[in-house]
């Protein structure tokens, strides 16, 4: 069945830009499906992982390197990050490839977080600058970690955690911390007007599935610029870069369109074309899910739907 899947972001990212009146009529005759919101939610939507699991350091792991289905490791995700102190608390600026790293940055830094985590028994690389990794022994408890886009602009607070296993890791981040801020690399970096890596941001650990059990995804293509969709894809289905426009697919295809914050060029761009494909019979079903949690359903016979009100506010707007 040929079908197109966009993944939005939520409806606050758009901030006080318009939707254009002939996608709001039209989104407005679609089956309306409210989820849960985030991300994360988001993406479970679509592949699904063997157990509810979300190992995403070893998925991401194996795109990156190749090397995470030693049968003794467990993976995590260290990531290099920036975290502002404010008079509530201490916030989660960025992460990650909106830090910009080089590879010049991680062998500055690198050497002088790897004993600490040596000594604890865990192995810290960078193989891409934007994704560090922790490899720890498969056994190791490791706590369920906050996904960073989740927790960007959150307090710290905000995802404290008391069980034993998480205070050894808060330990070892506070450690991080502590040399990152006095590291004459990131006093540069500030200097030059570059933003500091002063913290370490953990998720997304455990082992790499276990390859007899298959993750699944109804999308025989998915298009994404996002290492964390495509670390999740990559083992369940065919991935590609995103294209610069609707092109409209041969198959069952997603689209992740989450980082797009110009709503013109979204309806112009993506939205208008697979409307039009969806007229022309050229394509069966366009569902739209955005980070809000709403998921939007069109097929071509929603057109008759006359009687229904334009959706203004976002493409999953109740009406």
């Known amino acids: 069945m040929i079908s197109a899947t966009f993944l939005l972001p939520a409806a606050a990212r758009f901030g006080a830009q318009r939707w254009q009146l002939d996608v709001s009529r039209a989104l407005g005759r679609a089956d309306v499906a409210s989820l849960a919101s985030g991300r994360r939610a988001q993406l479970a939507r679509h592949i699904e992982l063997p157990g509810g699991s979300w190992p995403l350091a070893a998925l991401s792991r194996q795109v990156d390197v190749g090397d995470a289905d030693a049968s003794d490791s467990a993976w995590l995700r260290a990531d290099p990050a920036w975290l502002r102190p404010d008079i509530n608390g201490v916030r989660l600026m960025a992460h990650g490839d909106t830090l910009g790293l080089t590879r010049e940055d991680c062998d500055a830094l690198l050497p002088a977080l790897q004993p600490v985590f040596g000594d604890a028994g865990f192995a810290l690389d960078a193989p891409d600058p934007a994704r560090w990794y ?30 034993a296993p998480a205070r050894r890791w808060r330990a ?95 309806q112009t761009d993506w939205l208008q074309p697979a409307l039009a494909a969806l007229a022309g019979g050229r394509l069966r079903t366009l569902t739209i899910d955005d980070e809000d949690g709403n998921v939007l359903t069109l097929r071509r016979w929603h057109r008759l739907r006359v009687w229904r009100r334009p959706r203004i506010a976002s493409p999953a707007a109740t009406s």
């Open 134 to 163: 922790l490899r720890v022994p498969r056994a190791s408890p490791l706590p369920e970690f906050p996904d960073p886009s989740e927790a960007l602009g959150t307090d710290l607070a905000d995802h404290d955690d008391d069980s």
């Open 172 to 266: 070892l981040a506070t450690e991080a911390q502590i040399i990152l801020h006095n590291h004459p690399w990131n006093a540069r970096r500030v200097a030059a007007g570059r933003t500091p890596v002063n913290a370490l941001w953990f998720w997304g650990g455990g082992p790499l599935p276990d390859a007899r059990v298959h993750t699944r995804s109804a999308h025989a293509q998915v298009c994404t610029d996002d290492p964390t969709l495509h670390a999740l894809a990559a083992s369940a289905t065919t991935v590609a870069p995103l294209p610069q426009a609707f092109p409209a697919p041969r198959d069952a295809a997603l689209f992740d369109l989450v980082g797009e914050r110009d709503l013109r060029r979204l």
